[in-house]
C-alpha cells in the first residue's frame, strides 16, 4: 500500500496530505507535526495547528483506520490557558507535541515556545478530552524531547535536542519523577559529511523492538537557500541507549513531493510520531513543508536491513 519514491525505504500513502486546513473546522494557517498513538482501534492524533496569529496551538484527531481523520471542533490546548508558570513560557505557542504511553498515562512532551527561547515542557491525559501540564522540564535552548515509555534502569528517560551555538546533537536524560532531569549524557552527534550535518534531533518517540530503541529520528542539512530536513534511522541499546548500536546512512524519507517541498518552510519532513501495529508495520506520520500532514509506511525488518547498510554509530 503507498508510493515508494526510489531512494525511500518510506513508501507515502497514496491519498497523500491526510490532513491540510481545509480540514480543520476553525481558522489556522497551517497543520503539521502530529503526535501519535494507537489507543484500541483507533489512531488518535494530537496536531500542531498554527492559528491566524501565528502561534501554535494542539488539536485532536481520530481515525478508525489509521488514514482517514475527524478533527475536533476545538483545541485541546492553547498557549494562554496553562497556568502559572506556563503563559509566560508558551506565549509564541505550544509545538511539536510527542505521546508516550508510561505506566498508564499519556505523557505529552513539547516545546514551549517564548522569547526566552523554547523550552521542553510536559502535559498528560488519560482520556484525550482532559489535558493536564505538568511541569517545564528544560532550560532554553531545548526541544525535540521523547519520553522512553518504560523505565530503564530505574529511572525515566528522554531524548532531547539542546543547542549548541547554531548546531544540535541528541542528548539522554533520566529522572526520578519525570519534573527533574539530570545525568545527561551526549548520544548522537551530527555527521559533518552528511544529510545530517547542521541538526539532529529525535523526532517519534522511541519504539521498543528485539533490535533495541528504534528511533526515527530528524537531519538537517544546510544548503545555499535554506535548512532540508530528512528523517533517519537509528537503533539504541535498550539497556544503555546512549550506546548507538546502527544509524541509517542515508535518509529513510526525503522531501521529494510537491507537498514536502512547498509550503510555509520548503523541503521539510518532520515527523513527531509513528506507531507500531503488531504485525511490525510502522505507520509515520510526518508534516510537509510545515504546512500538512502526511503518512507513510515501511516494516520494522526493511528498516532494519536499511540502517545495517553501512550504518554503524558515527
Ligand atoms: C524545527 C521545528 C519544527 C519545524 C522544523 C522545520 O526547528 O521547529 O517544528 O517543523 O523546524 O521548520
Known sequence: MGKRRRHDVVRRWEENPILTVEDIPFPC?????AAAVQKGDETILLLRVEDLQGRSVFALARSADGYHFDVHDEPVMEPCCGGEPFPRYERKGVEDPRITLLEGVYYIMYTAASEFGPRLALAKTED?????????ISEPDNKDGVLFPRKIGGRYARLDRPLTGETGNIWISYSDDLIDWGSSEAVMPIRPESWDSWRVGASAPPIETTYGWLEIYHGVKRSASGMIYRLG???????????????????????????????????????TGAIMD????????????????????????????????????D
Open 29 to 33: 494557517n497551517a497543520v503539521f507535526n
Open 233 to 271: 534511522a537509528a537503533i539504541l541499546d535498550l539497556d544503555n541507549p546512549a550506546k548507538v548500536l546502527c544509524r541509517s546512512a542515508i535518509p529513510i524519507l526525503a522531501p521529494r513531493e510537491y507537498y514536502e517541498r512547498v509550503g510555509d518552510v520548503p523541503n521539510v519532513v518532520f515527523s
Open 278 to 313: 503488531d504485525d511490525q508495520h510502522i505507520r509515520l506520520y510526518y508534516g510537509a513543508a510545515d504546512t500538512c500532514i502526511c503518512v507513510g509506511t515501511v516494516r520494522l525488518e526493511e528498516l532494519m536491513q536499511f540502517c545495517a547498510i553501512d550504518g554503524h554509530g
Open 128 to 136: 484525550f478530552q482532559s489535558f493536564e501540564r505538568i511541569a517545564l
